[in-house]
C-alpha cells in the first residue's frame, strides 16, 4: 500500500487508528473517517486518491472500530 499512499499517510492512519480504538474519545465512526479525510487532504493528496483512501477505512474499518458507551 506504500506506492499508493507514498508514505505521507502515516500520521492520519495513526490518528485514525486513535480514533477508532480509543472508547473514551466521543466521536462516531463516521466522524473519525472524515477526520482521516481531512487529514489526509492536509497532507496534499489529491482528491482522488483522499477519496480511494477514506473508502477504504470506510469499507474496512469496521472490524476495528470500538463502539462507545452512551
Known amino acids: ?5 507514498g508514505g505521507l499517510a502515516q ?11 480509543t472508547p ?21 493528496y489529491w482528491e482522488a486518491r483522499s477519496w480511494f483512501m477514506w473508502l477504504g477505512v470506510r469499507l474496512g474499518g469496521w472490524s476495528s472500530y470500538k463502539p462507545r458507551s452512551r
Not at 11 to 20: E, G, K, T, V
Not at 24 to 44: H, K, L, M, P, Y
Request: charged letters at 25%; aromatic letters at 16%; a negative charge.
Open 11 to 21: 500520521a492520519p492512519a495513526a490518528l485514525h487508528d486513535w480514533i477508532y480504538r
Open 1 to 5: 500500500m506504500y506506492w499508493f499512499t
Open 24 to 44: 473514551e474519545v466521543d466521536i462516531t465512526r463516521s466522524q473519525g473517517d472524515a477526520v482521516f479525510e481531512e487529514a489526509i487532504s492536509a497532507r496534499g
